[in-house]
């Protein structure tokens, strides 16, 4: 079973830029693709992006196109997400997750593993 753990959350003001890391560990056979979802408060977890374990093919939700960029540090083995131009509806628990499913999956369902979030908090 795969481990996650994410860190790299704050406090920024609107317009700034946050990087997010997911690091893994234990038994990381058959995982295919590492996604990004937020919670924010009171709502429901959402889809953010995701790319493939060896870090290719991201693909994002509408609101992340063209702000957020997920990639993968192949020296580190860890996978990052690029926050920029954030805003305060930005505001929210970010997490990453491993699934084995091929294509392009964005829904929580799909994955099975899960770290334990990073709090992003953006003010006007």
């Known amino acids: 079973q795969v481990r996650l753990s994410e860190s790299g959350g704050g406090s920024v003001q609107a317009g700034g830029s946050l990087r997010l890391r997911c690091a893994a560990s234990?038994?990381?056979?058959?995982?295919?693709?590492v996604g990004w979802f937020r919670q924010p408060p009171g709502k429901d977890r959402e889809f953010v992006g995701a790319?493939?374990?060896?870090?290719?093919?991201?693909y994002y939700s509408p609101s992340a196109k063209g702000r957020f960029t997920a990639t993968k540090d192949d020296a580190e083995n860890a996978w990052y997400l690029y926050l920029n131009d954030l805003r305060p509806s930005d505001t929210a628990v970010y997490y990453c997750?491993?699934?084995?499913?091929?294509?392009?999956?964005?829904?929580?369902?799909?994955?099975?593993?899960w770290g334990q979030g990073t709090q992003v908090t953006v003010s006007s």
């Open positions: 234990g038994n990381m056979y058959n995982e295919k693709k």
């Open positions: 997750a491993a699934t084995p499913t091929l294509g392009t999956p964005a829904i929580p369902a799909y994955f099975s593993s």
């Open positions: 790319i493939s374990w060896d870090g290719y093919s991201p």
